[in-house]
């Protein structure tokens, strides 16, 4: 049995078989995934589960070099987006921010897309995988 918390057997394989500066995004019930790219589908009902419980686990495995996140995700004042503070201090420091049309653009070259049952417009992240030496 696994240590970690992710127990996802598809998803940890995948993060597994990443290497240095592989994408994979974690969105939201309404991101379009782009056809070739590796579909995981954890949408179970509306907000079940969310981005940032998706998140939680993914990082338990995944060391993120980089994130990608749409500008329009940003709430009024710029700060980071609500769906993502209660996890943001293991968060690279500062994401990189794109549109959301070169967001879904850039998903294209992702190893997967994870699906998720979040219905909060533009709760999609990327995660640039780092190294761990």
């Avoid at 078989?17 to 782009?34: R, S």
């Avoid at 293991?90 to 070259?109: D, V």
């Amino acid at each position: 049995m696994k240590r970690t918390p992710l127990l996802h057997a598809e998803l940890s394989q995948i993060i597994a078989a990443m290497g240095h500066g592989d994408l994979l995004v974690i969105g939201d019930a309404g991101l379009p995934i782009p056809p070739g790219v590796r579909r995981i589908d954890l949408a179970l009902t509306r907000g079940v589960p969310t981005v940032s419980q998706v998140l939680e686990a993914v990082l338990a495995e995944l060391r993120v070099e980089q994130m990608l996140l749409a500008r329009e995700s940003l709430t009024a004042r710029g700060a980071l987006p609500l769906w993502l503070q209660p996890d943001a201090p293991w968060l690279p420091e500062a994401p990189t921010l794109l549109s959301h049309e070169e967001f879904k653009a850039r998903s294209r070259q992702a190893c997967a897309v994870v699906r998720t049952g979040e219905c909060t417009p533009y709760a999609n992240i990327g995660l640039v995988s780092g190294v761990v030496f």
